[in-house]
């Protein structure tokens, strides 16, 4: 079935640093969305990307899509402490499969201050 | 818009024993999921329903996994005989219907089975 794959699995960088998490796939993908999980909390939509070339910012952050639609990152330019967790990426089959949404293993960011 | 309800926070219970969660989803959404998360792992799809339809449900989860969600709106989860195994964070989301639509996530049911 559809997997995705996210690398690196583990992020330790200094407060200000930049932090990139990529999402990888071997199918081509309908759509990708990102997610943030906080410690001890419960995974938060950030943003849905759906066309090839897509990039997209919130703030500080960059979401990008692939042209093939292959692949996904999401990068944070000068990391705060409040960046802190694991960000997921997660996509669906598409078709009639749009509720099962596959998640990512997860990239966990740590912040030093 | 009170967000996605889950009870209870945390559950602990002896192998063997039965268990049931509950979620309450965002009131106008249609859609209902179920996923299961370990440490260190991301949210492993289990089911979904459309109102009170189940739509897909993982080929992951045993014949001791039933969830229902009997009048389109509240769902529960049940887990027969528990095994150690099944300790993790069972996540409830919601979303609205129409093609690709964000997740919403309850605060999830912790299960310890010893």
């Known amino acids: 079935g559809q997997q995705v794959m996210q690398i690196p699995q583990y992020q330790h960088v200094q407060e200000g640093e930049d932090f990139t998490t990529y999402c990888n796939s071997s199918?081509?993908?309908?759509?990708i969305q990102w997610y943030k999980q906080r410690p001890g909390g419960h995974p938060v939509f950030l943003i849905q990307?759906?066309?090839?070339?897509e990039v997209k910012k919130q703030k500080r952050l960059t979401f990008q899509f692939g042209e093939a639609k292959k692949n996904s990152s999401l990068h944070i330019t000068a990391t705060q402490t409040t960046d802190v967790g694991t960000y997921f990426c997660?996509?669906?089959?598409?078709?009639?499969?749009?509720?099962?949404?596959?998640f990512g293993q997860g990239t966990i960011l740590t912040v030093h201050p | 818009d009170t967000g996605v309800s889950q009870d209870p926070r945390h559950k602990i219970t002896k192998r063997g024993q039965n268990v049931t969660f509950r979620c309450d989803p965002i009131?106008?959404?249609?859609?209902l999921y179920w996923y299961r998360q370990t440490l260190g792992q991301g949210p492993e799809f289990l089911t979904y329903?459309?109102?009170?339809?189940?739509?897909?449900k993982s080929r992951l989860l045993s014949d001791r996994f039933s969830a229902e969600r009997p009048k389109g709106s509240f769902s529960t989860l049940e887990i027969q005989r528990t095994e150690q195994g099944d300790s993790a964070m069972y996540l409830c989301?919601?979303?609205?219907?129409?093609?690709?639509?964000?997740?919403?996530f309850g605060n999830g049911t912790r299960l310890t089975v010893t």
């Open positions: 329903f459309q109102n009170e339809a189940q739509l897909e």
């Open positions: 009131s106008e959404h249609n859609r």
């Open positions: 989301a919601s979303s609205l219907d129409g093609g690709i639509s964000p997740l919403h």
């Open positions: 199918t081509t993908l309908s759509n």
């Open positions: 997660a996509s669906n089959a598409g078709g009639t499969s749009y509720g099962k949404l596959t």
């Open positions: 990307l759906v066309k090839s070339g």
